[in-house]
């Protein structure tokens, strides 16, 4: 099993940044990725960003594609959502989540059917 546990979540006027922690524990090796989702009310969750933890190799929606930066931190098993220039459009409950697969996996999915470990949510409020 693994462990995922989002935190950075708050609230922030349009145009602000954010950065989003997870940190994940217990069986890592047997991921691959970390991606991150993110749901507002009455919508369906949505993919943000996601990145490989061997590679590096990142994807990211186009909505958030040149203002949101993903990385990771290997030996703490964390991964960052830096998050920019906001507006009420990115409030949402952001979700990280991890899909099983072997470590040096490079692929970088992009569906929430692909990941089977979830954490809990980190609320982002972004006022107008």
């Known amino acids: 099993q693994v462990q995922l546990v989002e935190s950075g979540g708050g609230l922030v006027q349009a145009g602000g940044s954010l950065r989003l922690s997870c940190a994940a524990s217990?069986?890592?090796?047997?991921?691959?990725?970390m991606g991150w989702f993110r749901q507002a009310p009455g919508k369906e969750r949505e993919f943000v960003a996601t990145?490989?933890?061997?590679?590096?190799?990142?994807y990211y929606a186009e909505s958030v594609k040149v203002r949101f930066t993903i990385s990771r931190d290997n030996g703490k098993k964390t991964v960052y959502l830096q998050m920019g220039s906001l507006t009420p459009e990115d409030t949402a409950v952001y979700y990280c989540?991890?899909?099983?697969?072997?470590?040096?996996?490079?692929?970088?999915?992009?569906?929430?059917?692909?990941?089977?470990?979830w954490g809990q949510g980190t609320q982002v409020t972004v006022s107008s």
């Open positions: 990145i490989t933890w061997s590679s590096g190799r990142t």
């Open positions: 989540a991890a899909p099983r697969g072997s470590y040096h996996y490079t692929s970088v999915p992009t569906s929430a059917y692909e990941y089977d470990y």
């Open positions: 217990g069986r890592t090796c047997s991921t691959y990725a």
